[in-house]
């Protein structure tokens, strides 16, 4: 299972090294990842605090922290060889994917195409909780189910968008599609 996010955070994971460490959409995200049996631990605060993901990872579109915290479809496109690689590594064992909110979902779309996986048209539309399977569109690609949530950012966990239940939900909906098999509830 892949989680796909925006870019490393300038006080996150560009300071610390680790995706979502060290910053409040973070606490947020492990804390649902491990809710839903993807992560040994609540908290990623720091690389070597012993955080394990389990059965999943997190990758983003954008590779370096934009200015404003805010990417621009230039950082998007000249970073998208990045995110078709590494899909093109996952791609034997890739099952699900969460997409993190829209600017990474409309990030995410083309790189899937060149990845090996057909995406109709008109494109998926980005939904907290929209759920698509995309068929392979080469022999050696399985079925992938492309899952939305809102980002834990601050800006929709502290106003109610994005409750940790609605999250948690989602991610473990994503993991039981792969194949994983999260503690009920």
């Not at 040994?40 to 720091?46: D, E, K, L």
């Not at 060889?81 to 969460?98: C, D, K, M, N, Q």
């Not at 698509?132 to 189910?145: G, K, N, T």
């Not at 409750?163 to 473990?172: D, F, I, N």
Request: hydrophobic share 40%; net charge positive; with cysteine.
């Amino acid at each position: 299972m892949l989680i796909v996010g925006l870019a490393p955070a300038a006080h996150g994971g560009n300071r610390t090294g680790r995706m979502f460490t060290g910053d409040r959409a973070g606490y947020v995200l492990i804390a649902c990842m491990f809710e839903a049996g993807l992560a040994n631990q609540p908290t990623s605060t720091h690389p070597g605090d012993g955080l394990r993901l389990i059965g999943s990872r997190l990758t983003a579109p954008v590779h370096c922290a934009p200015p404003g915290n805010k990417p621009a479809p230039e950082e998007r496109d000249n970073c998208r060889h990045w995110l078709i690689t590494e899909l093109g590594l996952l791609a034997p064992t890739l099952r699900s994917i969460v997409v993190l909110g829209g600017w990474g979902w409309q990030a995410l779309l083309p790189a899937l195409a060149e990845s090996g996986w057909a995406v109709p048209k008109p494109k998926p539309r980005f939904t907290h909780a929209a759920h698509y399977e995309l068929a392979p569109a080469r022999s050696d690609r399985a079925p992938l189910h492309l899952f939305g949530t809102y980002h834990p950012s601050q800006q929709n966990t502290f106003t109610g968008r994005l409750t940790p239940a609605m999250l948690t939900r989602v991610l473990r909906d994503a993991a039981t599609t792969a194949g994983l098999t999260p503690p009920a509830s």
